[in-house]
């Protein structure tokens, strides 16, 4: 009878022994878990997948965001991923909000690894959530078992608007008007011009007269200082000669017998 206990044990305790690997569950991470952006910003989600002790070979993650909040940008795999482009296997829609994508691992991953990177764009102000959809997700191990945990996985998006910018006033600097001076013009500016009045024109005639007049009184010369000298040489050398021709005739008439 014992020996049958015995047997009974070691045989269960076998099966928990080969079924505890297959308890181990992966498990889904999303980092951070909180974001708070403004409308038209972008921001990073990072995918993670931890194994927990159990390779995987390949796994496929369906994400849930809210279309009218936020739009993927673009997804990048993490290295050494080797992406799966079939249908139903990748898939980027956001009218409805989906993203899957599903890649294998040469050799496997037991540990902790980065799955891929998701840029968002906040397209307007509001709060919103982006979900693991486990149900759709899986995560494979070396028998093509799904040993994905079903708990749920999400990160909490909060927009806010956009600031308000406000338009710069632009300054105008007013320059004090400068003092007359007592001179009649501007500081700092040059004096106006002093215009000599112009003479009114004469006629041609009268110009001509009194240039000929003016010939006669300097004598040519230009002075007429100058011209009143010469005149009053030239009277003087014609009274001595008009003395000169009446003393001769009068010594003619003394010299006549009466």
Do not use: C
């Not at 993490?78 to 980027?92: I, N, V």
């Amino acid at each position: 009878m014992k020996k049958y206990l015995f047997t009974i044990l070691l045989g269960a305790f076998g099966t928990m022994a080969m079924a505890a690997p297959a308890l181990a569950a992966t498990s889904v991470s999303f980092a951070p878990v909180n974001v708070s952006v403004r409308q038209g910003q972008t921001f990073t989600l990072t995918i993670g997948v931890n194994p927990q002790g159990v390779k995987n070979y390949t796994a496929k993650t369906e994400l849930h965001y809210p279309a009218d909040l936020l739009e993927v940008k673009s997804f990048t795999f993490a290295p050494s991923w080797m992406p799966l482009a079939q249908s139903g296997y990748d898939l980027t829609d956001n009218t409805n909000g989906v993203l899957i994508k599903t890649a294998g691992y040469q050799g496997g991953i037991s540990s902790t690894a980065t799955f891929g990177t998701v840029s968002f764009l906040a397209k307007k102000s509001g709060n919103g959530t982006i979900t693991l959809n486990s149900g759709n997700s899986l995560a494979l191990d070396a028998n093509n078992q799904n040993v994905i945990a079903g708990a749920s996985v999400q990160t909490a998006v909060a927009i806010s608007a956009p600031t308000p910018t406000t338009p710069k006033t632009p300054t105008t600097q007013t320059t004090p008007a400068p003092e007359p001076t007592e001179e009649g013009f501007i500081l700092g500016e040059e004096a106006p011009a002093v215009q000599e009045p112009t003479p009114a024109p004469q006629p041609i005639a009268q110009q001509s007269l009194l240039a000929a007049i003016g010939s006669i009184v300097t004598l040519g010369t230009d002075s007429v200082i100058v011209g009143l000298l010469v005149v009053v040489a030239i009277l003087a050398l014609a009274g001595y000669a008009i003395y000169s021709m009446i003393q001769r005739v009068r010594r003619k008439n003394l010299g006549k017998p009466r």
